[in-house]
């Protein structure tokens, strides 16, 4: 076929597109006959819960969600002391019950390391029966979980970690866009929080301390993003591409989130315990951030400094709401991506830069990130005084491949979702939108539209533009066999 031809798409597989994607993208789509063996012997002999475990099933523990959700991770509840600190539960899947080290179970997890949520299919790194079954902290569901407990003090400093084994039972199973709602004043509160005062204290205790938790990371630099992420509902021959935007309720689970994990670093790294810590390094184009930033009237620190960009982003949030998650976008893509290191003890740690924290692992999400797991096992070694799972050199090789694999992941995802977007947008080739440069590189200069979101390569008039800058662009051709979608500059 032509490369400007426009291909026949209206039967266009985009499932069995998304599986080829994963196969070339070193993905396996398929859990391979010795993982599903295991599972069957699961299913006959479910491993039993550790003995010395603390039983907190009493506890008013809550989880928050997508709303179509089952691979639930983490619950979470607080409460006051006397002194007035706030003390933080955090309830983390004990996944690794399930899934041991040296498993088939394992050993497929460490090929995919991370669920890949492709739009039009999931590709779990665990089978369903776990990571939305067995290893998912359900509603009304006894479950074995591994607790990160701190203290917030009046001060908002975090101290008294604790972390421990127990039994918990989540007593509701909440969603981002309903709880979100609410907390921000936008609606009423769905039912289970409107059929309990209890657990609607509990939840604006939660809110109300992991707001605390997150101006004090602006206090050191934590940088103010608010970008929009898409969610691609596809139903037979219907395709919508929706916005979701940070609200109250996804703010809370990411803060308390970020305290968890710095927590469990804290701690490895108190115990002298070799870890995988995932870090932002210095931007690489701060040059341009500072561009962005004199554009709009604020003169930056010619070196990259943290605090002052946020100081700029706060303000502009402030300034011009409207437009602020382009500009974090352009930040976002300026900054470039995480990676994940082996930090040894003694060693000097390596900061995260977008979060101002130079104390940060991932924790929190064993059923759908290899780290985390890996993470989890390093903690119940700690706790049960044995030694490291890991030697240096395995973690080492490990940290290399979670990083090559999320470079993976983002170019597997952009993929299918540009598969499916030009499907989408098939019908509207000549259409006109606003959109934000958010890429120039030697392969070309990439855009997103911001209405709806969608991303696309800018084939004509991409002379003198930058990432940060805003056009106009017309819709050319789509391409969903190759997962092409076309703009041109509009003057």
């Known amino acids: 076929m032509n490369a400007h031809q426009q291909p026949n798409t209206e039967t266009f597989d985009l499932r069995s597109a998304a599986r080829e994607s994963m196969t070339e993208h070193g993905f396996e789509p398929d859990f391979p006959p010795d993982a599903r063996g295991e599972v069957a012997k699961l299913a006959a002999d479910p491993p039993k819960m550790n003995p010395a475990a603390v039983d907190l099933r009493e506890l008013l523990w809550s989880s928050i969600d997508n709303d179509t959700s089952r691979d639930l991770d983490q619950i979470e509840y607080a409460d006051k002391l006397p002194d007035g600190s706030i003390r933080v539960l955090i309830g983390i899947a004990d996944v690794d019950l399930f899934v041991p ?118 206090k050191r630099g934590a940088l103010n993003i608010e970008t929009i992420e898409t969610q691609t509902i596809v139903q037979g021959a219907d395709i919508q591409i929706e916005a979701q935007q940070r609200n109250a309720a996804t703010d809370l689970i990411e803060d308390f989130m970020i305290a968890a994990n710095g927590a469990v670093a804290r701690t490895l790294r108190e115990k002298r315990i070799s870890s995988i810590r995932r870090i932002v390094r210095t931007p690489r184009r701060w040059d341009r951030i500072v561009q962005l930033a004199a554009g709009l009237g604020t003169k930056l620190p010619e070196q990259p400094d943290s605090k002052a960009l946020n100081d700029f982003l706060c303000r502009r949030k402030d300034e011009d709401p409207d437009h602020f998650p382009d500009l974090s976008l352009a930040v976002v893509k300026l900054l470039g991506p995480g990676e994940y290191v082996v930090e040894r003890p003694g060693g000097t740690p390596e900061g995260h830069f977008g979060l101002a924290v130079e104390d940060y692992t991932h924790s929190t999400a064993p059923n759908r990130r290899y780290a985390d797991l890996v993470t989890q096992r390093l903690v119940k070694a700690m706790i049960a005084g044995q030694p490291s799972p890991y030697s240096d050199e395995e973690l080492t090789a490990i940290a290399a491949n979670c990083t090559a694999k999320a470079t993976a992941e983002r170019k597997l995802e952009r993929h299918i979702q540009k598969q499916i977007a030009a499907v989408a947008l098939q019908h509207r080739v000549g259409a006109l939108f606003r959109a934000i440069v958010t890429g120039v590189t030697d392969r070309g200069t990439f855009v997103r539209t911001l209405e709806p979101h969608v991303d696309g390569m800018l084939v004509h008039g991409q002379q003198g533009v930058d990432v940060g800058d805003e056009l106009r662009v017309k819709l050319l051709r789509t391409d969903p066999v190759h997962g092409f979608i076309d703009f041109a500059r509009v003057a």
């Open 101 to 218: 080290k040296g498993s088939a179970l394992d050993r497929h997890a460490s090929v995919q390391t991370v669920t890949i949520y492709a739009g039009i299919e999931n590709f779990s790194m665990l089978p369903e029966e776990l990571s939305t079954g067995w290893t998912s902290l359900l509603e009304n569901e006894d479950r074995a979980s591994v607790v990160t407990e701190f203290v917030v003090d009046p001060q908002d400093n975090v101290n008294s970690i604790r972390i421990y084994p127990a039994v918990v039972r989540n007593k509701a199973q909440l969603a981002y866009s309903s709880v979100g709602a609410w907390l921000d004043g936008k609606a009423e509160a769905p039912a289970k929080l409107a059929a309990s005062a209890d657990l609607q204290a509990q939840l604006r205790l939660q809110n109300g301390v992991a707001q605390r938790l997150r101006l004090e990371r602006y």
